[in-house]
């Protein structure tokens, strides 16, 4: 039997590619990053969107929200990195990298389950 994750392999290096693209408002190093913690956090392995830095600190735990308890990002969160001087596109992206890293995250353990592995 194949591993259920391998047909996705390229649909998601896709994704990861698009996300991570060398055009964007936030610098494609800070979205790796962002969308590398976010996967961390939700339990991926491997260094998906591998980074050589990490998201400053400013950054980190508006990552770690939207990686964990993303309906719980509010209005209050967007401005106090507004006034830590990101810009509303930067914000965007750097949220759209942590949502899909987590998403990520959570599919890689979904198809551990799915072969039998311990998480």
């Known amino acids: ?5 391998d047909r996705y392999s390229p649909y998601i290096e ?4 698009s ?4 055009s964007g408002h936030a610098g494609a190093e800070l979205r790796r990053a ?6 961390r956090l939700a339990g991926r392995r491997d260094a998906l969107g591998s980074s050589s ?6 950054l980190g735990g508006y990552v770690d929200k939207v990686a964990s308890d993303a309906y719980r990002i509010s209005d209050e969160d967007v401005a106090a990195l507004q006034g830590a001087g990101g810009a509303d596109d930067a914000i965007f992206e750097i949220t759209i990298a942590a949502a899909v890293g987590a998403a990520l995250g959570r599919l890689e353990r979904g198809l551990a389950a799915l072969r039998g592995e311990e998480g």
């Open 14 to 17: 896709r994704l990861v590619a």
């Open 19 to 22: 996300v991570l693209g060398p």
């Open 1 to 5: 039997m194949t591993d259920p994750g």
């Open 53 to 58: 830095g990490d998201v400053p600190p400013w």
């Open 34 to 39: 962002a969308l590398a913690r976010a996967a």
